[in-house]
């Protein structure tokens, strides 16, 4: 297994370059500028899940097996997992809530695409106090099993908008 496992504040893996990102941020960008409409009035994160036309992107999640990771976590039982992909943009200065992952998750796994220097990804204790941050790197990927009640973090964007891959395996 690729990366770092990580037990405190709860288990987590961060492994680098997961992904080939070359291409895919300007291919991400490029999609995010042609479908900006979809910016609504107070809306501070949006996702998309069409991925038919981001061939770049797409050929690199279809190169790696997301599921093989789920023997290397503690999570509940799944008896069909699906990999969802989606890419999560965060507008500037937004903090989003502190938050476990909702229990359809089985295992999240979040990559870190824009801009070059960011906010990773907040970790805290089951008592929500921070623990510490899984820092910004392009082409970082954070993956965990989502335990609700315990897997507490949040995220935030700098001054600039936030671009992460992200991709759930979830029992269908």
């Known amino acids: 297994m ?19 990102i070359t291409g895919v941020v300007e291919e991400v960008k490029t999609y995010i500028r042609k479908n900006a409409n979809v910016l609504v ?13 981001l061939p770049v992107t797409k050929s690199q999640l279809d190169k790696v097996d997301l599921l093989q990771y789920l023997e290397h976590f503690d999570h509940r039982p799944v008896k069909n997992p699906v990999v969802e992909n989606h890419i999560n943009v965060n507008l500037p200065n937004h903090e989003y ?5 909702l229990p359809r998750k089985i295992l999240s796994v979040v990559t870190y695409l824009s801009p070059d220097v960011s906010y990773g ?8 106090n921070f623990s510490h941050e899984v820092e910004w790197q392009l082409g970082r990927t954070m993956i965990f099993a ?27």
């Open 41 to 53: 009035e107070g809306s501070k994160t949006i996702t998309f899940e069409n991925f038919s036309e």
């Open 146 to 172: 989502g335990d609700t009640g315990r897997t507490w973090h949040n995220f935030k964007s700098g001054d600039k908008i936030r671009i992460t891959l992200n991709s759930f395996i979830v029992d269908k």
């Open 121 to 128: 990804t907040l970790l805290y204790d089951e008592h929500k």
């Open 2 to 20: 690729e990366g770092t496992m990580f037990q405190s504040p709860w288990q987590h893996l961060v492994v680098d370059n997961l992904y080939d």
């Open 97 to 101: 809530r502190i938050h476990d992952e």
